[in-house]
């Protein structure tokens, strides 16, 4: 009823209204709105995000886990190794590639890893690398142990999981 009446071009009538670019009410005002979108900046962003998401990935699959309170030994000199096994302490509990064995049968699993890999690599030499991560709070005697399990199962290049200073 207002739309028809007089109210309607009193009531609703402003100069904001009949100045507005987007829906103006008054037809000497009407433009056309053309959006350009310019796509260079775009395409910069994506190509800067899609560089840094590869500098950042890691194709090496060596991914160690930690637990929530292990904190890794601190070393002023490391290096990036291969994909080897990873013999991990957490809480009291000793795991080889997340399964967990006790510290009688840590040898026989090791030995185990050691025929698989021979098995799967004829001709090939075992290489007997292992890697260690456990917590700096560790007690010597728990990681002598694991030392002396891994060098009677045949693995001779033992390394220890750090964070770099």
């Keep these: 009823m207002i739309n028809q009446g007089?109210?309607?071009?009193?009531?609703?009538h402003s100069v904001i209204g009949?100045?507005?670019?987007?829906a103006p009410?008054?037809?000497?005002?009407?433009r056309s709105i053309i959006a350009d979108l310019l796509l260079t900046a775009l395409i910069d962003a994506f190509s800067i995000l899609v560089i840094f998401l590869l500098m950042s990935f890691s194709s090496t699959g060596e991914i160690i886990f930690m637990g929530k309170g292990m904190e890794l030994p601190k070393a002023a000199r490391g290096e990036i190794i291969d994909r080897q096994p990873v013999v991990k302490i957490e809480d009291g509990k000793i795991f080889l590639e997340d399964k967990e064995f006790t510290a009688d049968q840590l040898v026989a699993?090791?030995?185990d890893v050691r025929t698989k890999f021979t098995?799967?690599?004829?001709g090939e030499e075992f290489p007997g690398a292992l890697t260690i991560q456990a917590d700096r709070r560790l007690k010597y005697?728990?990681?002598n142990g694991i030392v002396l399990a891994s060098?009677?199962?045949?693995?001779?290049?033992?390394?220890f999981a750090v964070v770099m200073k």
């Excluded at 109210?7 to 609703?12: E, P, V």
């Excluded at 098995?119 to 004829?122: D, N, R, T």
């Design 141 to 143: 005697e728990t990681l």
């Design 25 to 30: 009410e008054n037809e000497r005002h009407s």
């Design 151 to 159: 060098s009677h199962a045949g693995f001779s290049d033992i390394k």
């Design 6 to 12: 007089i109210l309607k071009h009193s009531s609703f």
């Design 18 to 22: 009949e100045s507005s670019v987007l």
């Design 119 to 122: 098995e799967s690599h004829p």
């Design 109 to 111: 699993a090791l030995i």
